[in-house]
């Protein structure tokens, strides 16, 4: 346990609903990261919060996804009008500043059917 | 561009050493990652690296050179437990990490 939690662990849902993950930090890490991860691949950013601040979001990334930290500690991942190519593991990471080392939540895994 | 290239799948015995090799471009550079992904799991942080030369730490062993843009992950005594994915992880002039696909490791009796 690396002390990064997500909820839910596991998702099904129906094309075209919308979805919402939560993801909670370490307590003291301001830096915040949401990455998708299929299959055989390695994890693809999406987008990267520093405190409440969303500072990058993947450019391949579709506006059906927007994510927030409201008061810079617990995030959220909304995924609307889902898409069956959404199926995927999505993971949280934080860390502090600098060089530091992300660490991961245990993922949600999401399946579009 | 950003770049990883690190071996699709390996396979080795269990007991034995293997070596994983990761070669990396990017847009600067502040050190480089090493982490273990198990089937359906999270990544976890096994080493990093930010100066030249080896870093040990128990079985596994990680080596850097940043003039060639290349690093190495060494596992020793591999245990069937070793049996995962290795992701080799750069990160940027702007502290993010650079992800390739990883390595998968098979370990067999």
């Known amino acids: 346990d690396t002390g990064v939690s997500q909820n839910p662990r596991h998702k099904i849902t129906k094309r075209g609903q919308n979805v919402t993950f939560r993801c909670d930090p370490i307590?003291?890490?301001?830096?915040l990261y949401w990455y998708r991860q299929t299959l055989g691949q390695g994890p693809e950013f999406l987008t990267y919060?520093?405190?409440?601040?969303?500072?990058?979001k993947s450019r391949l990334l579709s506006d059906r996804f927007s994510a927030e930290r409201p008061k810079g500690s617990f995030s959220t991942l909304e995924i609307q009008r889902t898409e069956q190519g959404d199926s995927a593991m999505y993971l949280c990471?934080?860390?502090?500043?600098?060089?530091?080392?992300?660490?991961f939540g245990p993922g949600t895994r999401l399946t579009v059917l | 561009g950003q770049n990883i290239d690190q071996p699709t799948e390996m396979t080795a015995t269990e007991g034995a050493i293997v070596q994983i090799n990761c070669t990396y471009q990017?847009?600067?550079?502040?050190?480089l990652f090493w982490y273990q992904q198990h089937a359906g799991e999270a990544p976890t942080f096994l080493s990093y690296?930010?100066l030249d030369g080896l870093e040990e730490k128990g079985r596994f062993s990680s080596f850097l050179s940043r003039s060639k843009g290349y690093s190495y992950l060494l596992l020793k005594e591999l245990q069937m437990k070793d049996s995962a994915s290795y992701l080799c992880?750069?990160?940027?002039?702007?502290?993010?990490?650079?992800w390739g696909a990883g390595t998968k490791l098979i370990i067999k009796p």
């Open positions: 990471a934080s860390r502090r500043g600098g060089q530091d080392t992300q660490y």
């Open positions: 307590s003291e890490h301001n830096r």
């Open positions: 919060f520093q405190n409440e601040a969303q500072l990058e």
């Open positions: 990017t847009s600067g550079f502040n050190g």
């Open positions: 690296n930010v």
């Open positions: 992880a750069p990160m940027d002039s702007n502290y993010q990490l650079i």
